[in-house]
T-cell receptor
């Protein structure tokens, strides 16, 4: 199966700082998504981004499919950004066989 | 619109007991999946379904059974619980098709097997 590696495993920031999270994957994919798991365990979909760049407020993501990596950017971080960020990929277009990385745990300090 | 509902939220089982984790969605999503989350390992796919009557195995299917008799429900059965099945279980659903068709997770079931 596809291997998904995320880095760094842990990240501690001061409020207002910017950060970049990386996701490397071992095979070509047609589906890549970023998720945020808040400190209460709830998983929220952030981006569907098998290629290209997208932005949503202070968050943006870029996937370079030919080089098999994706980046999640968080600007002007807030304490509510704390939690674990997961990258998930699938070879097929649809969502029925997603494989997750181990995640990046982000802690934003006030 | 409740989204994806998982019950129970917490459960303690003794080794060898069986139980069913319930998952229901009210969004008419074709796809449903079960994941387990263990510390430091992210989420691993157990079983998934692309529609009523159709199921398939994921990365870690051993010890678990599923069925999909309706579009709304996708229960996960533990046949004979083992301590290695202590984990947090998440159910997810999404619409069929290419793109981000509403991939939605339930709030999870924390299972402890003693």
């Amino acid at each position: 199966g596809i291997q998904v590696e995320q880095s760094p495993p842990d990240l501690i920031l001061q409020e207002g700082a910017n950060s970049t999270l990386r996701c490397n994957f071992s095979d070509s994919v047609n589906n890549l998504q970023w998720f945020h798991q808040n400190p209460w365990g709830q998983l929220i979909n952030l981006f569907y981004i098998p290629s290209g760049t997208k932005q949503n407020g202070r968050l943006s993501a870029t996937t370079v499919a030919t080089e098999r990596y994706s980046l999640l950017y968080i600007s002007s971080s807030q304490t509510t950004d704390s939690g674990v960020y997961f990258c998930a990929v699938a070879k097929r277009y649809n969502n029925n066989d997603m494989r997750f990385g181990a995640g990046t745990r982000l802690t934003v300090k006030p | 619109n409740a989204g994806v509902t998982q019950t129970p939220k917490f459960q303690v089982l003794k080794t060898g007991q069986s139980m069913t984790l319930q998952c229901a969605q009210d969004m008419n999503h074709e796809y449903m999946s079960w994941y387990r989350q263990d510390p430091g390992m992210g989420l691993r796919l157990i079983h998934y379904s692309v529609g009523a009557g159709i199921t398939d195995q994921g990365e870690v299917p051993n010890g678990y059974n599923v069925s999909r008799s309706t579009t709304e429900d996708f229960p996960l059965r533990l046949l004979s619980a083992a301590p290695s099945q202590t984990s947090v279980y998440f159910c997810a659903s999404s619409r069929r098709g290419q793109g981000n068709y509403g991939y939605t997770f339930g709030s999870g079931t924390r299972l402890t097997v003693v």
